[in-house]
């Protein structure tokens, strides 16, 4: 089946840990997308990616790196240097960066404590 | 400057209901696209559907019916009959297709569907 993975669902950190979550698609598409959504809130793009080797800081990039070394993996990890990391956080892929449907993963819920 | 507005916060309907969830959004392109996703309890969200700007007929698929305006700038989603599986977060997205990324999500509106 196609589609876009996560892993893992849930996720507990201590503070002042780097931690990586896991996005994986096998829909061939080119674009690919991290969110963020707090409780009650709509979605914020962290980062996005339009092709292999590259990507953009989205509206809240700081304290987020990401990677695009392979067109069907695009790992988030979410650095110490991020003050509220607790959110859930959505990755999603499209065939194409302009005027296409995105297609989102289960998401990972993360909590710092 | 783009922008897509959701007015309902929350909206709760008995089972059996028509509900109308609205959309506004605000684009200076002429071509662009919009979307409505559903978000359940589960978290995911699920692509309904997509419209480009030069294509105003109205959709119905089975329950779901989407009525998209240019003269008002709304792409407005109305279930019929109502069930509780519809209960979930209900996003409108606009997408412009020149110039930089775009996309960009309303902040939703939470359907309750009540038994």
Known sequence: ?113 | AQKVTQAQTEISVVEKEDVTLDCVYETRDTTYYLFWYKQPPSGELVFLIRRNSFDEQNEISGRYSWNFQKSTSSFNFTITASQVVDSAVYFCALSEASGTYKYIFGTGTRLKVLA
């Open chain 1, 1 to 113: 089946d196609g589609g876009i993975t996560q892993s893992p669902k849930y996720l507990f950190r201590k503070e002042g840990q780097n931690v990586t979550l896991s996005c994986e698609q096998n829909l061939n598409h080119d674009a690919m997308y991290w969110y963020r959504q707090d409780p009650g809130q709509g979605l914020r793009l962290i980062y996005y990616s339009q092709i292999v080797n590259d990507f953009q800081k989205g509206d809240i990039a700081e304290g987020y790196s990401v990677s695009r070394e392979k067109k069907e993996s695009f790992p988030l990890t979410v650095t110490s240097a991020q003050k509220n990391p607790t959110a859930f956080y959505l990755c999603a892929s499209s065939r194409d960066i302009m005027g296409y449907e995105q297609y989102f993963g289960p998401g990972t819920r993360l909590t710092v404590t």
